[in-house]
């Protein structure tokens, strides 16, 4: 719920914070005290469009800071989430609109754009007045209204996985008709290149690996030479064989009188000779490695040019060429089997369509049984409302070949003013005042499906009064036992219904030297509300007999 709004510098609003309670507030004052000010800051706060018409005239810029007190499984905490913001410790908007034009936004006191600030407002509040019929003329809003109705989101979810598996699977079917035409169209180019690549064999690596072997080669004779002189320096040398065999026998003879002195000696010796004879054995494979056919360098040479004309006629690495063969083996091996490929795609797409429009049919018929209740249901408010010749319907037309994410269903709002004249959409048909009692209606009926957590409406009640309008108070006394609902209203049936009453009013106050108006709002304790009631029944002067009425209508026997 909303639980407080501060506002600083808005129009004739100076300074203002008000703390409102769960339940249902009303608004009341005289016409021109600042009720649509105070909803137009409100609005500000929530990303409406800013205009520098808002700020207060001398002051350079305007700030309204609305606090909401949520659960944690809010829906709007999961959006915070996803951008990045943190809402651990509760949930404050605010909006700071320049004179000069400009304005910022910030939620929890981090910046953020006014887009994500009016998507985080459209879920915290709606605001609905008699000139408000967005939701009534928006045929995406009255579908989602009806499922939430109904219960029906978790077989829209599902609904909505089978379209895209169709949708995958159909695209996956047109991907591989153009591969098919594609290759048609290329079959000489591609049979051309598959067979030089098929002959070329290239393998991963290869590249590396010739020009390594033919850096070798090229430098196999200095290699040769270098290895020779090893070897002849640890092969041909007897003598330093036989030195060492003599040394280390000799050690030996006294190694078990030396009581372990010549241990270490002894195993290094035998250590050396070992290890010359594995360099000798090392040498000597790294020599025989060196013996080359006089026609390999070339061949490699040959090899690393035919696999480097290759990739620059394909514009491709070296190391892609394999990858490449195999891309080319694959398409005319597609062109060969895609008729049986083609087939089972098709197969697939056609089971996918028909598993879509099964659901999708089953969620239409469960549509269509949530709209007769629906329209039972609101029908049932519209005679208190003073409605009762209007007929609310509530229209499904379904297209299998018009089919969405959300389903075949068209869904659309419709009402009959008169008998005997056809349904047609309620903005068309319906006046301001009746615009905003089959509002009232539906809100009444659809309050605990999907709605927001505050609910406002601005001066729905224009234009009626007595049974009306006291039938248009219970309702928004029975929206508030679930949600917040905050009315600024003329109508005292209404006001007297309310949890918590706010009085708006504009006044002169003189300061610096200069006269100004503002607008102020206080919290009406029993007398004053009383008092303020009676003044809303009296046509001019508070009489004994509107407090007397006021004090009635409080108790609820008026």
């Known amino acids: 719920m909303l639980s407080a ?9 100076e300074k203002l914070d008000i703390s409102l309670s769960a339940g249902l507030t ?22 409406a469009r800013g205009n520098a018409a808002l700020v207060r005239a001398s002051a350079d810029q305007g700030m309204v800071t609305a606090a909401f007190d949520l659960p944690l499984s809010h829906r709007v905490f999961e959006l915070l989430r996803d951008h990045g913001v943190s809402a651990d410790d509760g949930l404050v908007v605010r909006r700071i ?19 994500l600030l009016r998507q985080v ?27 939430a109705f109904a219960g029906l989101q978790p077989a829209v979810q599902e609904v909505t996985g089978a379209y ?23 079959r000489a180019y591609l049979e051309h290149v598959s067979q030089e690549l098929t002959e070329l064999a290239p393998q991963a690596g290869e590249e590396e690996a010739l020009a390594s072997r033919r850096q070798v ?13 090893a070897l002849s320096a640890l092969r041909d040398d007897a003598a330093l064989d036989t030195r060492l065999s003599a040394a280390l026998r000799k050690l030996e003879r006294r190694r078990d009188q030396a009581a372990g002195l010549l241990d270490d000696v002894c195993q290094a010796l035998d250590r050396v000779m070992t290890e010359v004879g594995e360099a000798v054995s090392v040498l000597g494979t790294a020599r025989r490695g060196l013996d080359f056919d006089p026609h390999d360098l070339e061949k490699t040479e040959e090899r690393l040019f035919a696999l480097k004309a290759a990739a620059r006629k394909h514009n491709v690495a070296v190391d892609a060429l394999p990858a490449l063969a195999e891309k080319f083996a694959g398409d005319l091996q597609a062109m060969a089997d895609g008729g049986r490929k083609l087939e089972d795609l098709s197969v697939a797409a056609d089971t996918a369509r028909s598993h879509y429009l099964d659901l999708a049919g089953a969620l239409s018929v469960r549509r269509t049984e ?27 037309t379904n297209d299998a070949g018009q089919g969405g994410a959300h389903g075949i269903d068209r869904v659309e709002f419709l009402v009959t003013a008169n008998p005997g004249t056809p349904p047609a959409p309620l903005a068309k048909v319906a006046s301001g005042g009746e615009l905003s009692r089959f509002l009232l209606a539906l809100k009444v009926i659809l309050a605990a499906k999907g709605s927001a957590p505050t609910l406002i409406f601005d001066e729905i009640d224009t234009g009626v009064g007595g ?6 108070g219970q309702r928004l006394a029975r929206l508030a036992d679930g949600l917040q609902v905050i009315s600024v209203t003329h109508s005292p049936q209404v006001a007297a219904r309310a949890g918590q009453h706010l009085l708006i009013s504009k006044m002169e106050t003189v300061g610096d030297g200069d006269e100004r108006m503002v607008t102020r709002v206080i919290e009406l304790a029993s007398d004053s509300r009383r008092e303020e009631i009676a003044r809303m029944l009296s046509a001019a002067e508070v009489t004994g007999e509107a407090r007397a009425q006021a004090e009635r209508l409080l108790s609820g026997t008026g």
Do not use: C, Y
Not at 5 to 13: A, E
């Open 5 to 13: 709004l501060s506002i600083r510098n808005i129009v004739l609003i």
């Open 26 to 47: 009303v608004l009341t004052g005289e016409t021109g005290a600042g009720k649509s000010i105070l909803l137009d800051a409100l609005g500000l706060a929530l990303g």
């Open 97 to 115: 609109q320049t004179a000069g034009g400009q304005s910022k936004a910030f939620i929890n006191d981090q910046p953020v754009s006014v887009s």
């Open 121 to 147: 407002g459209a879920r915290l509040v709606e605001i609905h007045g008699q000139h408000d019929d967005r939701a009534m003329i928006d045929p995406g809003e009255h579908r989602r209204l009806l499922d």
């Open 164 to 186: 895209q598996a169709m949708r995958a699977a159909e695209e996956e079917l047109e991907a591989h008709r153009r591969l098919i035409a594609r290759a048609e169209a290329e």
């Open 217 to 229: 080669m090229m430098h196999a004779e200095q290699f040769a030479e270098s290895i020779d002189e």
């Open 370 to 396: 949530a709209a007769d209740r629906l329209d039972t249901a609101v029908g049932r408010e519209l005679a208190p409302l003073k409605l009762e010749r209007a007929r609310f319907r509530t229209s499904i």
């Open 467 to 472: 049974a009306v309008a006291d039938a248009m």
